[in-house]
């Protein structure tokens, strides 16, 4: 009976390991980490693509806008998202790997005939700055009281 058990659970390692079974990812266009236009700007996809064929797993990108790609996968219509940096509100609803892949930073663009020096965010109350809808940094600056268009 213990070799039929033992045969048995091989027989079914076996099975899975040529399986196929395919992840469904939301992502939006942001070159060089994911991008529905440009095969070589994909860094981001690659890594999780080639991770996953090693599990013997097929990865599927769908592109959305941002704010969408994030309410897929909240709405459970997708498996995943990625790759979104790791917020409060985000942490209630999904898991997050425990270091990034990629570390950014965000920065201000301006004219260089423009002084633009700042030291906190105070100082940057008097100017109306553009942002993205949906992504952190543009929430971060709302939230610190900036007017964000």
Request: hydrophobic residues 35%; without cysteine.
């Amino acid at each position: 009976m213990r070799k039929l058990i033992t045969s048995f659970l091989l027989l079914l390692l076996s099975l899975s390991l040529y399986s196929k079974e395919t992840l469904i990812l939301s992502t939006g266009e942001w070159p060089p980490y994911t991008s529905e236009k440009d095969p070589k700007a994909r860094v981001v996809q690659t890594l999780i693509t080639e991770t996953y064929k090693l599990a013997n797993i097929d990865v599927l990108y769908k592109y959305y806008p941002w704010k969408r790609a994030l309410r897929k996968a909240e709405d459970i219509e997708v498996d995943g998202s990625l790759p979104w940096s790791r917020t409060e509100s985000r942490e209630k609803l999904f898991y997050y790997s425990k270091k990034p892949i990629v570390n950014t930073r965000t920065v201000f663009f301006h004219l260089k005939s423009f002084n633009f020096d700042w030291e906190s965010y105070e100082d940057l109350k008097s100017y109306s700055i553009g942002g993205t809808i949906g992504y952190t940094a543009t929430e971060f600056l709302k939230n610190k009281g900036l007017d964000v268009q």
